[in-house]
């Protein structure tokens, strides 16, 4: 009787069961980058004017001499603090109290002059015109005197201000014009503190007065508020710009003059911008950028316009609409049409 191999009938078996068997399907893979999304918000917000400027105080002055003459003393250096009312510069006196003397002189002739034609005009001597002719000679020498007494007095400069010598323009022993400026003063009070920025036409027909500002200067890292002071009516004729102050609210911060600032003047108009996420661009230049935005599950590239950014927002001017689902986070993952699967 032949011997049976059960082991080979086993792995026969085996193999007829395995080969019977459908084969098991391949599972599909997801290809959908998994992204987040945000709604792009409508916003009334106000496009910020950006302009920048020198910091100057509103008290700020060139001093001068009233006449003409050589310096005898200048009592200041550049960077010394002065008080209202203080001298600081002297002229030589010696051609003023000359003119003045003059003056004084040629006066007291004319009166003398005046009542002798007086009293001749009584006694029918003289005529009537000789006597109004006296009485004129006489009221013009005493204008003239009148105006050396007051070149006498504006021989010298004072302060008009509690502040600080910015720059000494002449030097003791200097001949100078009447006017020429001899020194220049600046206030130091907190309260006037003004930046005087220029802006475009565009610009200027946007603001009307008063309206509030951001100030950001190199030297300090916090922010200065200011108030927009004056507007000029007419453009400069060399720049075409419109000037424009801002004044500082008083803070606790020592300025000093010349300071660059940056200015943010915020119009009280609105406009309607949209806003998303700073992190939402990509491929950003200048005012121009992209965004992706879900579409029935898929990426779509959108170029979009910025107005500005504030903050972690950007706002949009152009490009995007209301409810766009713009993606904030996994767009470094796509292309346009690329499937996504919205996460949240």
């Not at 007086?118 to 004129?136: G, H």
């Not at 911008?273 to 950003?284: K, M, R, T, W």
């Not at 990426?299 to 979009?304: H, L, N, Y």
């Not at 209301?322 to 499937?339: H, K, N, P």
Request: some cysteine; hydrophobic content about 40%.
């Amino acid at each position: 009787m032949k011997q049976i191999n059960y082991f080979a009938v086993l792995m026969l078996s085996t193999a007829i069961f395995t080969s019977c068997k459908h084969p098991k399907p391949v599972e599909k893979t997801d290809n959908a980058v998994p992204v987040k999304v945000i709604s792009a918000d409508e916003l009334q917000e106000s496009e910020p004017l950006e302009t920048s400027g020198l910091l100057s105080s509103e008290q700020q002055s060139n001093l001068s001499f009233k006449t003409g003459g050589i310096i005898n003393r200048i009592l200041v250096k550049e960077g010394d603090h002065v008080r209202k009312g203080q001298v600081l510069a002297l002229l030589n006196m010696t051609e003023v109290s000359a003119q003045m003397n003059q003056a004084e002189e040629t006066y007291q002739k004319a009166k003398r002059d005046a009542q002798r034609i007086a009293n001749l005009f009584k006694d029918s001597v003289s005529t009537r015109e000789q006597l109004e002719n006296t009485q004129t000679s006489l009221a013009i020498a005493k204008k003239q005197l009148d105006i050396a007494r007051f070149n006498n007095t504006q021989s010298s400069i004072v302060s008009n201000t509690d502040g600080v010598v910015l720059k000494k323009l002449a030097n003791e022993g200097e001949q100078v014009a009447g006017g020429a400026p001899v020194l220049f003063v600046s206030s130091v009070a907190g309260k006037d503190w003004v930046i005087k920025c220029g802006i475009t036409d565009k610009d200027r027909a946007r603001i009307s007065g008063n309206e509030k500002a951001e100030i950001h200067f190199d030297a300090y890292s916090q922010t200065f508020s200011g108030k927009v002071k004056t507007l000029a009516q007419g453009s400069d004729s060399g720049s075409g710009l419109y000037q424009v102050e801002v004044r500082l609210e008083q803070g606790n911060v020592q300025l000093v003059s010349g300071l660059f600032a940056k200015v943010k003047i915020y119009p009280a108009g609105k406009t309607d911008l949209l806003s998303v996420p700073v992190d939402a661009l990509i491929e950003g230049k200048n005012d121009s950028a992209y965004v992706f935005t879900a579409v029935n599950q898929k990426a779509q590239r959108k170029a979009v316009k910025l107005a500005y950014l504030k903050g972690d927002k950007a706002f949009i001017s152009f490009g995007l609409t209301s409810g766009d689902q713009v993606i904030r986070e996994g767009s470094a993952y796509l292309t346009e049409g690329s499937l996504v699967r919205i996460i949240k």
